[in-house]
């Protein structure tokens, strides 16, 4: 598991390391690993140009003392001192060394630019000249690294209020913070890379967590010798109407190709018509009144893509949540839950499956505002509705009460076409079906459906039934099993 952390958590446990240690140590260690990574990029360190954004704390701190290292190993390393004060220490090294204080902001010339303005104490937005400096580093040829966070991203929440860094390479130190794995911060990380300062016991919690592929393989169910198909899991799926098949054929997809044992179909005649032409895998009940009695055994329901909003939709979505086994509602049975709550009243666990137009109507609050805020409102959602939600978009979060927030980093902005919302639930649906809880099911669901947004898409537009397809193919991967 990936885990990361608030900027409040953080300080808290380096204050608890750093009472154990002579002063100093931590910066040295975060300095020692900054400059090794400003290496790296650079290949030849030898007569290279560096320039060190240096902001007025620690985070300026630390790159004064990686560009003295710098500057030691024949770089040319400039400062631009953009704070009403500089960490005097790390100055003093860094012109002991040979490094200099640029008159003027030389970044446009430097072959790397160490951002070192702010880190975990940023407040707000950017202030000048910081916010000139950032843009500037953005538009330069040279390549960016930031140190600990980008600054301009809020680290504990990855909200972004104005100007912001964007770096090739983001070097954290300790641990993972938060707005390093939450859009709108992700999108301006690079490649995250960790430096070790020994802060590992001393850590709460964790505020968030990231799913990796060995964590996903063990919670991936797979069929053993026992298994038959009622017990791998059965799935029903109340999707679809005569006006909207195609989510009914997405979702049973997404269903069947993430492992469920069995799909039961029940809907209307157009999409049973559809259903029926794609998957005859699936077991459908066409429907005359909207009514689950004939369907069968499920071990799970999902409800919703494509339903419809009207008197018909409403009294199948109220039959299947008074059923006794978890149901993930996704679309037109969103729509229905916002406008009656009576509905979610029920004891088996719910799992919810909004984009932020969804969850707008469900919690009241602009889309925008969820957008920039996604963690603050799909945690209050949670609360407020006492279920497991799910919150789609360019990174996905799922929050359960009292658990930290999964946050999915696999899927692709190729996915951001109509359709992959419905496979989406499709997956999710199966995996619970399959036994997992909510909490799993929604963050396992998202991984894989993100890997198979991925293996569909390979740098060019993707089909919705594309990224059904490529589920089979994500979960080999996860398994780490080699291709035919
Ligand atoms: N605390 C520790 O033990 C360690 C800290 N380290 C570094 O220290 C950083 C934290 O240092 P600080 O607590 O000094 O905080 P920062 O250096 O992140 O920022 C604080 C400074 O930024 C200014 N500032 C805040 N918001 C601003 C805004 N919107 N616009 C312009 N200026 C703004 C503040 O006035 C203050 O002077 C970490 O991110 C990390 O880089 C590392 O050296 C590892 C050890
Ligand atoms: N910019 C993006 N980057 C990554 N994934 C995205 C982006 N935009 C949308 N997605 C993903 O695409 C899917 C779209 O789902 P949804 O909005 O329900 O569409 P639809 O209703 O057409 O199926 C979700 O899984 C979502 O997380
Ligand atoms: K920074």
Known sequence: MKTAYTADQIRHAERTL???????TLMQRAAHGLAAACADLLGRVYGRRVVLLVGSGDNGGDALYAGERLARRGARVEAVLAGSKTHEAGLRAFLDAGGRVAE????????LIVDGLVGIGVSGALREPYARLAEEANTAHGTVVAVDVPSGVDASTGQVAGAAVRARVTVTMG???????VDPGAAHTGTVELVDIGLGPFLPDPDVAALTRADV???LPRPGNESDKYRRGVLGVAAGSDLYTGAAVLAV???LRAGAGLVRYAGTHEPVQQVRAHWPEAVITPLDRPSIEHVGRVQA???GPGLGTGD???ELAARVLASDVPVLIDADGLTLVARDRSLLRRRAPVLITPHAGELSRLIGVSRDDIEAARLEHVRRAAAELGVTVLLKGSTTVVAEEARPVRVNGTGTSWLATGGTGDVLSGVAGALLAQGLGCYDAA?????LHGLAGRLAARGAPLTSAGVATAVPEAIRSVHGEPRP
Do not use: C, F, I, N
């Open 18 to 24: 750093m009472a154990r240690l002579p002063e100093g």
């Open 217 to 219: 393989e063990d919670l």
């Open 253 to 255: 997809g997404g269903a």
């Open 104 to 111: 003027q902001a030389a970044v446009g010339e430097a072959d």
């Open 443 to 447: 963050s396992v669901g998202a991984y």
């Open 175 to 181: 641990a993972y913070k938060t707005g390093l794995l």
């Open 312 to 314: 018909w939709a409403h």
């Open 301 to 303: 329901w999902l409800l």
